[in-house]
């Protein structure tokens, strides 16, 4: 297992990669429990709690200005290259060496990363819904790296993922569990919470950085 807590590891980099690369040539989606170390999922998780939280606002519903907490619950802020928390920077960093290496190994041609940190409040969730819009857009991957410690089924807040045969898959938001899926295919929802839940989502886009 890989600590990203630090300066990366390449090696250790690609080998990750190669999990999702791997999974998403045979299936739209996939689940790799406990991808990160957990000391650095505990030091990403203590920074968003001490130092986003003055920067997290309820987000938008696809390209629209509107905010509906029924339909989109929590909230977020995007976490950016030079982000001020170094913890922070440190998983854009890590995020960012992730990409480059499933380009390498998944040759997908992505091109750029974007990357929001997200907070549920207890009763919170997310409706059904897909990442990429319907009259297109540019992510091509999509990842959820979750933050929680010591989570329960009992505490809800599991990522629903639906296939395109009518059934689904529950992943339980539980530290360091990586989910990548093809933007544009898999449905998914955030069915609501019972405590206090975060996440990352990173979106792996086939345009060039704005």
Known sequence: MANFLGN???????GLAGRPAEGL??????????A?????VGAWRQAAAAHAAGRLAPG?????????AATRGGVR?????????????????TLEALRLALDRVALLGLRSLEVQLARYAPGAGYA????RFADGGARVVSLLLHLNAGWD???GGALRLHATDGSHRDVLPEGGTLVA???????HEVLATRRERWSVAAWLRDDAPG
Not at 8 to 14: K, R, S, W
Not at 36 to 40: E, K, L
Not at 60 to 68: A, N, V
């Open 25 to 34: 040539r045979v299936e739209d989606q996939v689940v790799l429990p406990a």
């Open 77 to 93: 802020c995007w976490v950016a290259a030079g982000d001020p928390d170094a913890a922070l920077a440190g998983l854009h960093a």
């Open 181 to 187: 899926f093809l933007s544009a295919a898999v449905e």
């Open 153 to 155: 089924p009992a505490d």
């Open 8 to 14: 990366h590891d390449p090696g250790a980099t690609v």
């Open 128 to 131: 059904r819904h897909r990442e």
């Open 36 to 40: 990160f170390d957990p000391a650095a």
């Open 60 to 68: 938008r519903i696809g390209r629209s200005p509107q905010q509906e």
